[in-house]
């Protein structure tokens, strides 16, 4: 009998000393260590040198998109080198032409590659003067992500973006094309514009999609 109350007791004391390290799986309720999280307005790094198809990732301040004829409007630095006012503008992909052919002058495109060309209107909303390269801020995606900068020149079907500069006031419209050289076998699904390239900010590029 002193026996089985020993025992009894010593039940007691084991499971009061479980329940008081929390031993028991039922009741527990553990979270695990958790990261820093970043803010709807934190910008991540972007793509080095246009290679590979823009893009964001999750936290990070979208670049606008949009499909071909849409308009998206681009916004330029702060503390921009264009001078005093704002820059931004609304940028509309009019067309795409998938087998441009160059204007007389212009240089013919290397063995295997051929010519494609984008038409842009570009209307100056903000209060200073957007001032630019015109050609080399767009660039063109394949299938693959590989991209393909815009070089100077003008088809046939019409005249450049702004030549070899753009120079844009409060309130003008212009209206050009661009032309990029690319592989003949490469299937061009995106067209990209980066206002004043200088830096990732992805609200300052814009990308179209091709259907």
């Not at 008081?20 to 695990?32: L, M, N, P, Y």
């Not at 088809?155 to 500069?165: A, F, N």
Request: net charge neutral; aromatic share 6%.
């Amino acid at each position: 009998m002193r026996r089985s109350i020993a025992v009894a007791a010593a039940v007691v004391t084991l499971t009061a000393t479980l329940v008081a390290c929390g031993g028991s799986d039922g009741g527990s309720d553990k979270a695990g260590p958790t990261g820093p999280t970043k803010g709807a307005g934190s910008s991540s790094t972007a793509q080095p040198t246009g290679e590979q198809s823009p893009g964001a990732t999750a936290g990070s301040t979208q670049a606008p998109v949009g499909k071909l004829g849409d308009t998206l409007k681009l916004v330029g630095m702060e503390g921009s080198l264009n001078g005093t006012g704002t820059i931004e503008a609304d940028f509309t992909l009019e067309k795409f032409e998938n087998n441009a052919k160059p204007a007389l002058g212009a240089p013919e495109p290397a063995a295997g590659n051929h010519l494609v060309a984008a038409k842009f209107t570009i209307v100056e909303t903000g209060t200073g003067t957007y001032q630019d390269s015109g050609f080399a801020e767009a660039m063109v995606y394949d299938a693959n992500g590989q991209g393909y900068q815009g070089k100077p020149g003008s088809p046939t079907i019409g005249k450049s973006l702004g030549g070899l500069q753009l120079n844009v006031k409060p309130g003008q419209r212009v209206s050009g094309w661009i032309v990029f050289e690319v592989p003949k076998d490469a299937k061009i699904t995106s067209v990209t514009y980066v206002m004043e390239k200088v830096g990732p900010d992805p609200e300052r590029t814009g990308k179209w999609t091709l259907d």
